[in-house]
């Protein structure tokens, strides 16, 4: 208990958990419809771009989170515009850009500073990597995210349930899907620092994964996913901190933890 | 007044005419329905109707207080993912997103409609199940429950039997006529089955590829187009 309280006295704690807890919880609620359109890819795509943007950022010693943002949002609505052309291959083209946003980022890193623990931080996360001006940032930017799906729920289901149903009642759904993109880039970028651009996409996914395995309604999946996602980011972070193990890892094992538990109940739930 | 009218239509993807020549108007109250071999034109027809394709020539007017997105639609089950979380009252509340405006929320006026028409489908014991686990033809009530929350005038249903047993086709075809019948609702059905077409509608449109027939399912049994769609049954 007192090692406990000692954890969260630490203002760098104090900051990670803050942050975490409100990008777990985007991200929770975003992986649902992004699993459901089969757009996990995107996810996976945005994070490496994501890494891209970042280097680059620190090789021009600019704002991470300023330039980082944008990129990754106009990158969100790129691939989801690829994705939906059929005339291309859309899973080759999100792998191609995916592949070359992380070699950019990569020679960017090496050719400035070196292949040192700044890419490593950046591929893998790190609890430390949130300044103070970082976090009130990105607590501000995940509100708005939570804000904005909260809003739109019942235009979100529709569109992720029955896109001709709901363009034929009015619904733009070409609108709606550009900003379930963005808020998720947004998500990525604010989650890339602590989980890991080679992580932070297992956010997205696992929770809504294990959630659908277990609820039947989609009220009851997104709000089943919202609680897995915060309560196996705090479970991954507190691990981490005894454990002495990178937070994102931990984390993402968290997850991987909760979605066999899941599956397992599933089953024996389909069984009877 | 007519409660749809079309004048000329023509559609054509990327510059290839698919469709030309239809010209039809309906009533309220009219069931319609819409039959050709693949490749004709009812989807592409289908999705003039709704707006989400844009004619290439000629209009399409509805009447009668009639909003292009108050039309209830029942879109073909291939596109629905049929493993889709979600419960039967969450479908068939989602139908009533037109009547939202720039409301954000739900309110008890959508509530209780989703209800009622989940009750006039038979299925108000169901609205607590997941969608997912339902038979064919229970989901098939399910989005005309949907439908019928986005619609007061016009439904249109695109090959809405598909994949349904004979009990639960003869059901649901029971349900659409009655729909027809009591709430005065004009119906537009694509079907394959043209023996059941004859029988439940009003009228009939028989495309290929530009209109080929237009008129009562009375004077289309006549028809020698009919005979020959028929392969030479009379029906």
Do not use: W
């Amino acid at each position: 208990m007192n090692a406990l309280l000692q954890m969260l006295s630490y203002h760098f704690m104090q900051r990670a958990l803050l942050v975490g807890v409100l990008v777990s919880l985007c991200a929770a609620l975003l992986g649902v419809p992004l699993v459901l359109k089969r757009y996990s890819m995107i996810g996976d795509g945005l994070s490496h771009v994501g890494f891209g943007a970042l280097a680059i950022a620190s090789a021009l010693h600019l704002a991470p989170l300023a330039v980082t943002v944008p990129v990754v949002a106009v990158a969100a609505v790129l691939l989801l515009r690829l994705s939906r052309n059929s005339r291309i291959n859309g899973d080759a083209a999100i792998a191609l850009i995916s592949s070359s946003a992380l070699a950019v980022g990569i020679v960017s890193v090496s050719v400035t500073t070196g292949m040192n623990t700044e890419v490593s931080s950046y591929m893998f996360g790190s609890i430390l990597a949130l300044s103070r001006s970082d976090a009130l940032l990105s607590a501000l930017l995940s509100a708005a995210v939570l804000a904005l799906y909260l809003l739109f729920y019942p235009r979100i289901f529709a569109v992720t349930f029955d896109e001709s149903f709901s363009r034929a009642t009015g619904v733009r759904a070409g609108a709606y899907n550009s900003l379930i993109a963005v808020l998720t880039a947004v998500t990525v970028v604010l989650g890339m620092r602590m989980m890991g651009a080679l992580l932070i996409s297992s956010l997205i996914i696992f929770p809504a994964l294990s959630a659908m395995r277990l609820c039947r309604s989609f009220r009851g999946v997104v709000s089943c996913a919202a609680a897995l996602s915060v309560g196996c980011f705090l479970a991954g972070v507190t691990a981490s901190y005894f454990l002495e193990t990178p937070a994102g890892a931990s984390v993402v094992l968290a997850d991987l933890a909760a979605f066999a538990v899941c599956a397992l109940l599933g089953r024996r739930r389909k069984g009877r | 007044m007519a409660i749809l009218s079309c004048e000329n239509l023509r559609f054509a993807y990327e510059g290839v005419t698919v469709l030309e020549d239809v010209q039809f108007s309906l009533n309220q109250g009219d069931y319609l329905c819409v039959v050709g071999e693949n490749g004709s034109g009812k989807s592409t027809l289908i999705r003039g109707l709704l707006g989400l394709k844009r004619p290439d020539g000629g209009s399409i007017r509805y009447g009668e207080g009639l909003k292009q997105t108050e039309i209830g639609y029942l879109p073909q089950q291939t596109g629905i993912q049929r493993d889709f979380p979600a419960s039967v009252y969450e479908v068939a509340l989602s139908g009533c997103l037109g009547s939202l405006g720039r409301r954000l929320r739900f309110g008890a006026a959508e509530r209780e409609r989703a209800l009622m028409n989940l009750e006039r489908m038979g299925i108000e014991e169901l609205k607590d199940r997941s969608y997912q686990a339902l038979s064919g033809g229970q989901q098939q009530r399910v989005l005309l429950a949907r439908a019928l929350c986005a619609t007061q005038k016009l439904l249109l249903l695109d090959e809405p039997v598909t994949g349904l047993d004979p009990i639960a086709t003869g059901e649901l075809y029971n349900l659409i006529k009655l729909v027809n019948l009591c709430d005065n609702i004009t119906v537009i059905m694509v079907s394959h089955d043209i023996h059941e077409a004859v029988r439940y509608a009003t009228h009939i449109l028989h495309l290929g590829q530009r209109q080929l027939f237009f008129g009562t399912a009375a004077a289309y049994k006549e028809s020698s187009l009919a005979r020959r769609f028929l392969g030479g049954n009379r029906l």
